[in-house]
């Protein structure tokens, strides 16, 4: 049997390409018959960058700003006239050197992104810059970004000649209880009276942004990934496009799932966020339009059968509830995956000799 192992990142625990390894090691260890093909995923978030950087371009690196201010070293990716740029590259939760706070929560800021941006535009022959969004700390509508590229009216100038595509991981907009600081905030530390702060703020945000551009971005899906900057790239006349999708083309993701059995994927929380629009549930509907089962293996698995029944995925199997404890999840998470992928290839055995 032929089985795809494509999980995305598991937040800041492990990249997409050490989780598909591990999944692999475990799954392979209780059915050594059966061929691996490792393809890692990703929907825009963390990892982005690394993932196509298995299959096209060429790795730069540029000094930025991190989400508080401290310079980060952040990779992107060259392909011709095409740029690809990773949004938590330069404000991902993962460069806090924390956990989250009410602090960081409302001082972080997307200029890091900005100065990629910078950095791709000083390429003459790009024309294409795919942003990467998803596992930011911010919450600044892509104010800071816009700021790193001069302001709105110089910033819509020097991207007036490129194709600029927000590589999104929701479908949330700017504003509002569906918006980036009601959904999002709690994740990035940010508390009731703070999130109400955060979203006002934005408000004022995407209000200077239709005065100064004519574009109205707060309600438009996919304005709120990345703590906004969603809304910002599409003030710089941007467009949206599922990340799963732009990684799925260059990973030739189709073809792959014409020629497998099974599919084996995974993300850090397995929740109700991963319903709309993120890599995991887009893959299993890919996977299911080909008649290949889909299996989650995630850190966490946060949906109700009936949740689960309406994703395609046949079962979803829980990392912390394995080890035990979140905690012994994360810090061990590639070896208590590996033994999760092995455990699940058993089950999947005996269900298969039943059947």
Not at 29 to 56: K, N
Not at 310 to 339: C, H, N, P, W
Request: charged content about 20%; proline content about 4%; some cysteine.
């Amino acid at each position: 049997m032929r089985v795809m192992v494509a999980p995305d990142s598991f937040g800041e625990t492990l990249t997409a390409n050490d989780a598909a390894h591990a999944i692999a090691r475990g799954w392979s260890a209780a059915r050594p018959g059966d061929e691996m093909c490792i393809a890692p995923q990703s929907d825009g978030g963390p990892g982005f960058v690394d993932v196509l950087a298995t299959r096209l371009g060429t790795v730069q690196e540029r000094e930025v700003e991190g989400p508080l201010g401290k310079p980060t070293r952040a990779r992107w990716l060259l392909d011709g006239s095409t740029a690809y740029i990773e949004a938590a590259a330069a404000c991902g939760l993962a460069l806090l050197g924390g956990p989250p706070t009410t602090h960081s929560a409302l001082s972080a800021s997307s200029r890091g992104v900005g100065q990629l941006l910078a950095a791709a535009l000083e390429i003459d022959d790009v024309d294409t810059v795919y942003v990467g969004l998803g596992g930011s700390s911010c919450t600044d509508g892509g104010r800071g970004m816009v700021d790193a590229l001069g302001g709105l009216s110089a910033a819509v100038r020097r991207l007036a000649r490129i194709e600029l595509v927000a590589a999104t991981d929701v479908e949330n907009p700017l504003l509002g209880e569906q918006g980036a600081a009601h959904v999002f905030g709690p994740q990035k530390g940010a508390d009731a009276p703070l999130i109400e702060l955060l979203d006002e703020r934005n408000r004022d945000w995407a209000t200077a942004i239709e005065v100064e551009t004519g574009r109205d971005v707060a309600q438009s899906a996919g304005a709120g990934a990345a703590g906004g900057i969603g809304a910002a790239l599409f003030a710089l006349g941007g467009r949206a496009e599922p990340g799963a999708a732009v990684v799925a083309e260059v990973t030739d993701q189709a073809a792959l799932l014409r020629s497998v059995d099974l599919v084996l994927t995974g993300e850090g929380k397995f929740d109700s966020q991963s319903l709309r629009g993120k890599l995991v549930t887009r893959l299993a509907t890919a996977g299911a339009g080909t008649g290949v089962e889909t299996i989650v293996l995630a850190g966490q698995v946060q949906l109700d059968p009936d949740q689960l029944a309406s994703t395609g995925i046949s079962r979803a199997y829980s990392v912390a509830d394995f080890a035990g404890s979140i905690d012994k999840a994360m810090s061990e998470a590639g070896r208590q995956l590996e033994l999760l992928a092995n455990s699940a290839a058993e089950e999947f055995t005996r269900l298969s000799s039943q059947s």
